[in-house]
């Protein structure tokens, strides 16, 4: 009877999370065709306002009430969906200041865990029981994030580290939100084409493919933290080679089992990291505490960051393609910048990195001819020669100001509004080659 029982009781497990997946799509569906309607009919009221000033402060009410409700769904539905919220609440230069104000606070919110949960994917990971593998290990987290959670720990040998744990089904919430997504995607594209944002490119191997279907390959990759250390180690040894550049990298841990400690490897799941005493480079008052103030050290902190990530894509050619502030630390002593959360790393072939170091030069220069050239190396086949200044236009649309000023915010929502159908209605244009196609580095 008792093998019955097993049988019963997994099957009854499986059963229940599928209903639970396919009870999340729903909502994940509900919320998205809420938000949809709401612009929609927005949209339409707006039509109807004629004073300026009035109308923009009548989309400001509209966003607030849709980030709002956005971000209290992306709370409890998780998955790649907090992913998607901090990646939007970065784009300052396109989203309305409601969004941004509101998803911010999706890097510090999520749901933790619990220890019991995250202690039995370690002991499966790693095959032994939690005492034999550390001395000692905190209980609560350090921080949790869409995908895991990391918790500080002692080795036997003294050395404090960090163990970033995969929470537990993770990979099928992600790959069902894939999945979701690209269906959302489509729908928008089908009603509303001018928003259609899954452009073809031609790759390496010279075949179509679409930036949705590039990005759903990569989200993937995140979820094998063996790959993310191998990621993290390459990109480590590239940058220790130019002692110019100034930012750390945690080392993977890897232990033998030599010494009497028992073997410890990256896993799938389960990722050992040097533990690392940082502030994040957003926490204002936390970087004047460890004495980071004025603009002086500031200025040096981000020529530091941005001198390597400089390094990464034009002369190593793999490079942290997610370089958020929640992946950055900054070094309690030395104020040395970290960059960490290595999942999605991306490698440029030298042919597209010298297309885009050209790219650059071309449109610093205004050169009109160097920029299609350079676009047309990078893999954009559809840019027209018929109209070279859109080209350009595209290329300084790119590289414009990431943080605009209130007024040009301002203007941007004046000038927009009466078009506004989805949440992006503050954004300023962007010109028509860049909506062309544009590939995914």
Not at 130 to 158: C, M, N, W, Y
Not at 159 to 176: A, C, F, L, P, S
Request: aromatic share 8%; glycine share 4%.
């Amino acid at each position: 009877m008792r093998p019955n029982s097993w049988s019963f009781g997994i099957y009854a497990a499986v059963v229940w999370r599928d209903i639970q997946l396919i009870t999340r799509r729903f909502k994940i569906y509900c919320v998205a065709f809420f938000v949809y309607a709401t612009y929609k009919r927005a949209g339409k009221k707006a039509e109807k306002i004629k004073d300026v000033k009035a109308k923009a402060e009548f989309w400001d009410g509209v966003h607030t009430r849709m980030a709002r409700y956005v971000f209290q769904n992306i709370v409890k539905l998780e998955g790649l969906w907090v992913k998607l919220g901090q990646f939007v609440a970065t784009r300052t230069d396109v989203m309305p200041d409601a969004w941004i104000a509101e998803l911010v606070a999706l890097q510090d919110c999520l749901p933790v865990r619990s220890w019991s949960e995250t202690r039995r994917t370690i002991e499966e990971e790693f095959k032994i029981p939690i005492e034999k593998a550390f001395e000692t290990v905190d209980k609560e987290p350090l921080g949790t994030a869409s995908i895991a959670q990391v918790h500080r720990a002692v080795l036997h040998s003294g050395q404090e580290v960090v163990i970033k744990v995969q929470h537990r089904n993770i990979d099928r919430i992600i790959t069902q939100d894939l999945d979701n997504t690209v269906y959302l995607a489509n729908y928008l594209a089908a009603k509303e084409p001018k928003y259609d944002f899954r452009d073809e490119f031609a790759g390496e191997d010279k075949e179509s493919r679409d930036i949705l279907t590039e990005w759903c390959k990569e989200t993937v990759k995140e979820l094998d933290f063996e790959h993310e250390a191998s990621n993290m180690e390459r990109v480590a040894a590239n940058l220790r080679k130019d002692p110019n550049i100034h930012v750390h990298i945690p080392f993977v841990v890897r232990i033998s089992g030599d010494g009497g400690m028992p073997p410890l490897h990256p896993t799938k799941r389960v990722l050992l990291l040097e533990f690392i005493d940082g502030v994040k480079p957003t926490d204002l008052s936390g970087l004047a505490k460890i004495g980071v103030s004025g603009r002086t050290q500031c200025e040096a902190i981000l020529t530091n960051i941005t001198a390597s990530f400089a390094h990464q894509v034009f002369i190593d050619g793999l490079f942290n393609a997610d370089p958020h502030p929640g992946n950055m630390l900054i070094q309690r002593n030395s104020h040395t910048p970290v960059l960490i959360d290595f999942g999605l790393t991306k490698e440029i072939p030298e042919k597209q990195r010298l297309a885009f170091a050209r790219l650059l030069i071309a449109a610093a220069d205004y050169d009109m001819t160097g920029v299609l050239g350079a676009m047309r190396e990078m893999g954009l086949e559809n840019v027209s020669l018929d109209h070279p200044e859109d080209a350009m236009d595209a290329v300084h649309y790119m590289f414009r100001d990431a943080q605009p000023t209130i007024d040009q915010r301002r203007t941007a929502i004046e000038r927009r509004s009466q078009h506004a159908a989805i949440p992006n209605s503050a954004a300023p244009d962007a010109p028509s080659s860049l909506r062309a196609s544009a590939p995914s580095l």
